[in-house]
Every structure is written in C-alpha cells, then in structure tokens.
C-alpha cells in the first residue's frame, strides 16, 4: 500500500501519506502539524511521541484505534492496555515498530494479520505471528528481523524452511524476504532499512544493487551495499549513519578508507576499519566499541594504545587504557567475552588478574578484582552464563555458591544462582535486577516462587516467572517491563492472555 503524500507539514523525521498515523519516520496526512517525532492525522497538533483521537495518531511505536485514550508511548483499542511498543485491534494504524490488523498481537518487531498497514519494523501477511523470535507464513512483507517464507518459522535465531536464509542468523527459503543479516531475492519489497533490487541482500548487514532507493539508515550507490555494517561505494550519498567515501565501507561494524567522513559511529583515517567491533591503524578516529591503533582517540568504548584492539570481543596489548568494557595491560584480553592476564588494568566489566579469563563468559581465577558483571575466585569460571565457586562475586547469568558478594547484578547466598537466566535460592538479597526467595529463579528469563521482593524489572508472585521473556503466572505484580495475570507469559518478546496489562513489546493471545 502506498499512499499518496498529500499537503504534508512534517516535524523531523516525518513523513506522510494518507490514512497514515506515524511516529519517527512514519507517513503523516493531512496538514498534519507534527511535533517532533510525531505524525498526526486530520488537522492533530501533537507533542512529542504522543497521539490523539479519531483513527489514530501514532506516537512512538504505538497504534490506536477509535477513541483511544493514550499516553506517552501508548496506543490502545477495546479492551487493550497497552504501554510502549504495544498494539492494537481492528484496523490500527501503526506507528514506528507496530503494525497490525483484526486481532494482531503486536509491538516490536512484530507481524500482523490481513491486509496489515505495518509500521517500520512490520510487515507480514496472512496469520502472521509476529515479534522477535516469531514465525512468519506465505507472501511475508518483513520487518528489520523477520524475514520468512512458507511455514517458515523466522526471527532471531532461529531456523527457517527449505534453505531459508531470513532474519537475524537465520535461515529461510525461496523469494525469502529477509531482515537484519538476511538475504533478498528478485523484486524484494522492501522495509525502512531494506531497500534492495534483484537478487540483493536487504537491511542490516546487506547488499544492495542497482538504483537502490535507501531507506534511513541505507544509503547506497552503484553496487553499493547500504545499511548498517555494510559498504558504500564512490561517492556514497549515507544515510544517518552512513558517510562513506571512496570503496570506503562506513556504518556500524565496517571499515572506513582515505579522508572518509564518519557518521555517528563511524569515524576513520587511512585505511582504517572503523565503527562497532573493528579495528583501527593510525590516527583513527574510533567510534564506538571500535579497537584503535597507535594514539588512536577512542570513542566511548574504545581507549587503546599500541597494537591495541579495543572494544567489545577484541584484545588489548600493552599499556591499554580501557574504557567502559575495555581495559587490559600486556599481553591482555579485556573486554566482553575477553580473558585479561596479570595486572590488569580493568573498565567497569573487565576486572582480571593473572591468567584471569575476565568479561562475559569468561572465566576467572584466583583474587581477582571483579568488576561489575565479572567476580571470580579460584578456578571460578564468572560472567555471564558461566559458574562460580567459593566466595564468588558472579555477574550476569552465573552461579554462584556459599556466602556470595554478589555484583551490581548479582546478590546470592547458599547454592544460588543469581543474575539474568538463573536461579536464586533462600533469602537472597536481590540487587537490582535479581529479586529472589526460596528456590527462586529470579532475574530477565527468569522464574521467581513464592512471596517474591522483586527487583525493578522483575515483579512476581507465586511460581510466578517474571522479568523479560518470561513467563508469570497468578496475581503477578509486574515491574516495569512485566504486567500480567493468570496464566500470562508477560515481559519483552512474550505472551500475555486475558486481561493482560502489558508490558514493552508484550503480544496478548
């Protein structure tokens, strides 16, 4: 569906067409007077991120339908309680990151049924089930991270049917449209950050070929590969995050040669590989989490010095002023996912000392200074998803055993598997994203039991499993991300039934 633009007055990022209500770069109708990041219908003055009545003005990633009540970041129809990144029912006109159509369960990311007007980050078609990690049927249009074809189960990683490559790390088959990491083929209709032409690879991660039309966050020329990580070639008109000059690859996670303008996370010299994850050689200006070589500045993540490689999964050498997730002395490993070796000088989640494996999922060993998501003492493996023993300070995802000093994340005591995706045991002091008692699984994906003192993002009560991707179940004080009740699985990217109150990008069955 294209409508045509008609008398338009758009804030920024506005764009408009009829029976459009957008947000941050939606379609507005209809002397719309938007504020910023606001579209609006039929002579609406709307704020920012808010809409208003009578068929709906979308705020950010909010829909509504018909004498909706919202508020910031809430777009609601009949019966529906919603909040950020929520949807509607009956002909909703989506916003950023909602579309949806006669009973869709929607919000990010999500798919929506018949005839669906998708927002930015939805377009599917035909029982549809949408949202991360979500299966999408026959003619899918896709969002950014969900590309399907033909009882295709897509999203996050997740495998598809038939030699299927679509979505996040996924595969997918035939014609597939695809999202983020994905590839497109032949006539592809494209979302926001997948404009492609035959035979091209779509959105985050893509190519794009011949006459490409870039949407936000793609800008391309000639063979030009557009979009976040990707490459533009000569005289590449970028998009927001896209200023690339000369076979210069700019965007997130790619490299950047000769006099190249960066855009927001891209900033290089020389053949420098600039941006998120990437390495840099001499003077480069560095973007965030990006590794630097020889007096490099570094962006925010990113402080190294001498055959350095900064920033997120990369090794320091020598000397290395870390920064946030980077700190490392010879010969060191540091940031997430790093080990980091003697004298470690560590950033807030890299602490190590002596053959010290320090970071997200990592181990480490003997004394060493924790930092926020990182304790471990003798032969502990700490971190995320990893075990520790004796007199652990654990961090996201880990176990932790006997009189814990837990981290920020991370409060345990007796056998408790405290932080994100564990278990915690018998009178656990909660930090702030644990809240935990008696066999409770407490924390994001989590379960919590039985008379629960939950932490922000974790509200339960009762076997309830609460926080994100979880489930709650019976009564369930909900935290910010997590309103439910009975039987609801509540929280970011899950389900919630019978008058469920949800929560960010929650779907009610």
């Given at each position: 569906m294209v409508p045509r633009v008609k008398k338009v007055i758009g804030s920024d990022n506005v764009r408009c067409y009829e029976e459009v209500i957008g947000s941050d770069n939606v379609?507005?109708?209809e002397e719309v007077i938007g504020s910023d990041n606001v579209g609006c219908y039929e002579e609406v003055i709307g704020s920012d991120n808010v809409w208003c009545n009578e068929e709906v003005i979308g705020s950010d990633n909010v829909r509504c339908c018909e004498e909706v009540i919202v508020s910031d970041n809430v777009g609601c129809y009949e019966e529906v309680i919603g909040s950020d990144n929520v949807w509607c029912n009956e002909e909703v006109i989506g916003s950023d990151n909602v579309g949806c159509c006669e009973e869709v369960i929607g919000s990010d990311n999500v798919g929506c049924y018949e005839e669906v007007i998708g927002s930015d980050n939805v377009w599917c078609n035909e029982e549809v089930i949408g949202s991360d990690n979500v299966r999408c049927c026959?003619?899918?249009?896709?969002?950014d991270n969900v590309g399907c074809y033909e009882e295709v189960i897509g999203s996050d990683n997740v495998g598809c049917y038939e030699e299927v490559i679509g979505s996040d790390n996924v595969r997918c088959c035939e014609e597939v449209i695809g999202s983020d990491n994905v590839r497109c083929c032949e006539e592809m209709i494209c979302s926001d950050n997948v404009r492609c032409c035959e035979e091209v690879i779509g959105s985050d991660n893509n190519r794009c070929c011949e006459e490409?039309?870039?949407?936000?966050?793609?800008?391309c020329y000639e063979e030009v590969i557009g979009s976040d990580n990707v490459r533009?070639?000569?005289?590449?008109?970028?998009?927001?995050?896209?200023?690339?000059?000369e076979e210069v690859i700019g965007s997130d996670n790619v490299r950047c040669c000769e006099e190249v303008i960066g855009s927001d996370n891209v900033g290089c010299y020389e053949e420098v590989i600039g941006s998120d994850n990437v390495g840099c050689y001499e003077e480069v200006i560095c973007s965030d989490n990006v590794g630097c070589y020889d007096e490099v500045i570094g962006s925010d993540n990113v402080r190294c010095y001498e055959e350095v490689i900064g920033s997120d999964n990369v090794w320091c050498y020598e000397e290395v002023i870390g920064s946030d997730n980077v700190g490392c002395y010879e010969e060191v490993i540091g940031s997430d996912n790093v080990g980091c070796?003697?004298?470690?000088?560590?950033?807030d989640n890299v602490r190590c000392y002596e053959e010290l494996i320090g970071s997200d999922n990592v181990r480490c060993c003997e004394e060493v200074i924790v930092s926020d998501n990182v304790g471990c003492y003798e032969e502990v493996i700490g971190s995320d998803n990893v075990r520790c023993c004796e007199e652990v300070?654990?961090?996201?995802?880990?176990?932790?055993?006997?009189?814990?000093i837990c981290s920020d994340n991370v409060r345990c005591c007796e056998e408790v598997i405290g932080s994100d995706n564990n278990r915690c045991c018998e009178e656990m002091i909660c930090s702030d994203n644990v809240g935990c008692y008696e066999e409770v699984i407490g924390s994001d994906n989590v379960g919590c039991c039985e008379e629960m003192i939950c932490s922000d993002n974790v509200g339960c009560y009762e076997e309830v499993i609460?926080?994100?991707?979880?489930q709650c179940y019976e009564k369930v004080i909900g935290s910010d991300n997590v309103w439910c009740y009975e039987e609801v699985i509540g929280s970011d990217n899950v389900r919630c039934c019978e008058e469920v109150i949800g929560s960010d990008n929650v779907l009610v069955l």
């Open positions: 379609g507005c109708c026959e003619e899918v249009i896709v969002s490409m039309i870039c949407s936000d966050n793609v800008g533009c070639y000569e005289e590449v008109i970028g998009s927001d995050n896209v200023w690339c000059y070796y003697e004298e470690v000088i560590v950033s300070i654990g961090s996201d995802n880990v176990r932790c055993c006997e009189e814990m609460g926080s994100d991707n979880v």
